[in-house]
Structures are given as structure tokens and as C-alpha cells.
């Protein structure tokens, strides 16, 4: 999915920046892990104006880990309760796509958490259950 937004990063000035490590065996619907990753990456991209976008993949003993993490505008700290809302007024752009990555997330028994610095840059950390099963 990440391979989608290397020429837009790339037209935008922006690095794109891909970790995966070799041996992660990860379940989950690919189909919803697409969505989630094209709603993460085209929001980093939208709103970072220099520096550049890195997705980062990363598991332990239960779960696999996804950061999304860029050098973006950043996100106000009143606004980050608001943003997995759909159709925020004070979000606008963000309410849908977030609030469908929310949404898909729990379906597969995972989570998202956010960390933002207004004019430093937001990541989005999301937890998902290596177990066949859980993931299901």
C-alpha cells in the first residue's frame, strides 16, 4: 500500500520512509488493513508541508504494532478527542477516514492511540493481535 504514496510524497518534497521487519507474520483482513493504511498515510502526506512521512511495523509476543508518524502540521491537543468523530466540524478533512480506521480497528479486536505536537507532528500508533483468531 505504502508503494501508492511514494510519488505523491515525492512531488510533495517528502520522504517516505517504510520499515517492515523480515520475519513478522501478522493476520488480520488485508482488505481492512488496506483501508486503514491508505486513511494513515494520505492524512500524514495531506498535512505535512516538509520533512516527511515514516510507517513503521514492529510485533512482540501478541500483537503487532503500526506507527505512522510524520513532521506534519500537527494536531491541536483540544482536537485529538474529536478527530475519530465522524463529520468533526473542528477536524474537517479528517472526521470520516478516521473515524473508519477506529471503526476497523475494533472489528479486528485493535486499537489506535495518537500523539501530536501542534507544528511538530502526529503519529498514530495502532495495536493489532498477532493471533489468527483475535484478529479475526
Known sequence: VATEFETTAEQNGLSLTVNLPPSLEAFGDEVRLALIFRNLLSNAIKYTHSGGVALTVTGDTKNFHISCKDTGVGIAPENLD???????????????????????????????????????????????????????
Not at 90 to 119: H, P, Q, Y
Open 82 to 136: 474529536k478527530i475519530f468523530i465522524q463529520s468533526s466540524d473542528a477536524i474537517k478533512d479528517m472526521g470520516f477516514g478516521l473515524s473508519l480506521v477506529k471503526k476497523l480497528l475494533e472489528a479486528m479486536k485493535g486499537n489506535v492511540e495518537v500523539k501530536s505536537v501542534l507544528g511538530n507532528g502526529t503519529e498514530f500508533i495502532i495495536t493489532l493481535p498477532l493471533n489468527k483468531e483475535e484478529a479475526a
